[in-house]
């Protein structure tokens, strides 16, 4: 920060306000960050944004948008309903491991279980259906160049055999941007598929600290050995933001993707 003479003081660019945090940070935390204005195209930050990650949860979003995608082509029908299996159904999080044999369920509520509560159950449908070579075409077509999907949830063998599904944070923010922007699907499904987002109940990471009345458009991830969020924040001047951490315990990578979403918020106010 370069101080002046009087009461005037430069402020610190958003990249030095990150910078910043970034060092009060034990020395084994990994962040992978990107953090872009929805309104002004220059400003931009990216901290280890093209490293591919762990996923955990967030590979959701572009199984989401696949999805989406195929409602428009007339593909897949939202409101057809899915007749759910005892042998669909997986562990981790979500309800439909509790659902009876034989329950009925449209597509659409598959959807939202899929975000809202992150059901490995809905997701693994989806991934089923849709394929998961065409859901890794659309990734790369959408240019998404350090994303893999790469095993369906709760594939313990897969993981111990090396193979994991990736993300980076700034082909998140990508997608989302791409999302607010209207440029996915249609219209009309990127507004469905942000409101889905907003009804996230995982809170305790990017809105964690930000006032109440900011809406938060956002996936969350977890897994043993990283946490991660991706998000579009309705602030006044609203950014997307995809903060990923590894090396930390759970609870400390929530509070580093909780603090520095609150950087982030309170550079933006500012402006």
């Not at 953090?35 to 093209?50: E, G, H, K």
């Not at 089923?128 to 959408?142: F, Q």
């Not at 809105?207 to 309705?234: C, E, N, Q």
Request: charge should be neutral.
């Amino acid at each position: 920060m370069t101080l002046t003479s009087g009461f005037s003081q430069t402020r610190p660019s958003l990249n030095d306000s990150i910078t910043t945090y970034l060092r009060t940070l034990p020395v084994s935390a990994t962040v992978s960050l990107a953090v872009q204005s929805l309104t002004d195209s220059n400003v931009a930050v990216f901290v280890n944004a093209d490293k591919s990650v762990p996923s955990a949860s967030v590979i959701k979003l572009p199984i989401m948008v696949e999805a989406m995608e195929r409602a428009k082509a007339g593909t897949l029908d939202l409101s057809e309903i899915h007749i759910l299996t005892d042998s669909e159904k997986t562990g981790g999080d979500g309800v439909l491991k509790n659902y009876s044999h034989r329950s009925r369920i449209s597509y659409a509520d598959l959807l939202r279980l899929m975000m809202v509560y992150s059901d490995n159950t809905a997701t693994n449908i989806f991934i089923n259906e849709l394929g998961m070579d065409a859901i890794n075409a659309r990734i790369k077509a959408l240019g998404l160049t350090g994303t893999h999907l790469n095993r369906v949830m709760m594939d313990t063998l897969a993981t111990r055999q090396g193979r994991d599904n990736y993300v980076t944070a700034r082909d998140m923010n990508r997608l989302l941007s791409q999302t607010y922007r209207h440029q996915l699907a249609t219209p009309a499904l990127c507004d469905q598929m942000l409101d889905i987002l907003k009804q996230n109940e995982d809170t305790l990471t990017i809105s964690r600290l930000l006032p109440k009345t900011i809406f938060v458009a956002h996936k969350t991830g977890t897994l043993a050995y990283i946490r991660g969020d991706a998000g579009i924040v309705y602030a006044p001047k609203p950014f997307a933001l995809t903060v990923l951490v590894q090396g930390v315990p759970t609870p400390d990578a929530e509070r580093i993707i909780a603090e520095l979403a609150l950087v982030c918020y309170r550079w933006f106010d500012k402006q």
